[in-house]
């Protein structure tokens, strides 16, 4: 009976957390929909930078109020921070430079290999089981996604190595941040984990802008969109959405396996699609149809393929007496 309860609840658990999964995708491809509106006002890379000052200042209030309660003392926490260092940091960083000399459709193609690098990390630092049916899933929603782009008259130009290469590290980078993720959250909540990665991003965007901008002479130029009252809302709705993605990556991870988590992220690209048709009315069209269809079946075949594995049940030894 006991037993039949814990399977309950792990059921349930493992609901909610798919749950959350699917809802950090969609907000994270709504993202991409203000992030487009943002670049008419400012550069990316200040763009970013502002996203996680306002992530910061938003966070400061329910930590400032002992609404949210933070414990380090006694912790490594110099996990803490070769995380960040993989994801915002590194992964943001690489990404802003890696687009500045390829376009951004050979960065949609080279980070839908994400998952596959994040199972194959997974896999080896961390033992998951990863059956052969849930590999090929996992296969299938990144074809997917990079079908969209290849379909869209994009390919890899091999000539612009430069950019190619960073954005393949990019990949590695966030592959590696949900590895360790998986980690580091036995020691640290998913809260205090998300408040030192927002905290730890801020201050190395903040110094690598200013000092960039300081070199080129461009100052004014970086803090010239702070007097639109446009871009200023746009910021603090991208910040909100940083602090609550960030939060909910890390608790997710802190439940299921880095390759199942990562899938998902592949869900993004076809909310950003939508959201392009509905709300910038951005053609749709059999392509796109056809590759969602790959991603989500995909998504929804690696999980599925997974939990009828683990819903079998176990043989009993026999006893000899």
Same mark, same amino acid.
């Given at each position: 009976m006991q037993e039949m309860k814990r399977e309950e609840l792990s059921s349930k658990a493992r609901k909610l957390t798919y749950s959350l999964a699917v809802l950090n995708a969609v907000v994270i491809g709504l993202s991409f929909l203000l992030v487009k509106m943002t670049l008419q006002y400012a550069a990316p890379l200040d763009t970013l930078t502002y996203r996680f000052a306002a992530a910061f200042v938003i966070m400061i209030f329910p930590v400032g109020?002992?609404?949210?309660?933070?414990?380090?003392?006694?912790?490594?926490?110099?996990l803490l921070l070769l995380l960040a260092s993989f994801y915002p940091v590194g992964y943001f960083m690489l990404q802003t430079c890696g687009l500045q000399y390829a376009t951004s459709a050979?960065? *949609?193609?080279?980070?839908?290999?994400?998952? /596959?690098?994040?199972?194959?990390?997974?896999?080896?630092? %961390?033992?998951?089981?990863?059956?052969?049916?849930?590999?090929? =899933?996992?296969l299938l929603s990144t074809a997917g996604v990079s079908f969209i782009f290849v379909m869209? &008259? #994009?390919?890899?130009?091999?000539?612009?190595?430069?950019?190619?290469?960073?954005?393949?590290?990019?990949?590695?980078?966030?592959? &590696?941040? @949900?590895?360790?993720?998986? /980690?580091?959250t036995r020691e640290f909540s998913p809260t205090e984990i @998300?408040?030192?990665?927002?905290g730890t991003a801020f201050l190395s965007l903040l110094v690598y802008s200013l000092t960039t901008h300081s070199i080129s002479g461009t100052v004014d130029a970086f803090f010239a969109p702070l007097a639109n009252g446009t871009f200023l809302a746009l910021i603090f709705c991208l910040g909100a959405i940083q602090l609550v993605t960030a939060l909910l990556a890390n608790y997710i991870l802190s439940k299921i396996e880095a390759s199942k988590m #990562? /899938? =998902?992220?592949?869900? #993004?690209? /076809?909310? #950003?699609?939508?959201? *392009?048709?509905? =709300?910038?009315?951005?053609?749709?069209?059999?392509?796109? %149809?056809?590759?969602?269809? %790959?991603?989500?079946? *995909?998504v929804i075949g690696s999980n599925v393929s997974m939990n009828k594995i683990r819903s079998q049940p176990r043989i009993q030894p026999q006893r000899f007496e």
């Open positions: 109020f002992r609404l949210v309660k933070l414990h380090y003392r006694g912790k490594r926490l110099h050979e960065g *949609g193609i080279i980070s839908a290999f994400t998952p /596959v690098a994040t199972m194959t990390l997974a896999s080896l630092f %961390l033992k998951e089981a990863i059956t052969l049916l849930q590999k090929l =899933f996992i869209k &008259g #994009s390919s890899l130009d091999l000539s612009q190595t430069t950019g190619i290469v960073l954005l393949i590290l990019a990949c590695l980078v966030f592959a &590696g941040y @949900s590895v360790l993720a998986r /980690v580091v @998300s408040c030192f990665m927002v #990562s /899938v =998902f992220a592949n869900l #993004s690209t /076809v909310v #950003s699609i939508a959201a *392009g048709a509905i =709300f910038l009315q951005e053609t749709i069209t059999w392509y796109h %149809l056809f590759g969602s269809a %790959l991603i989500i079946a *995909g």
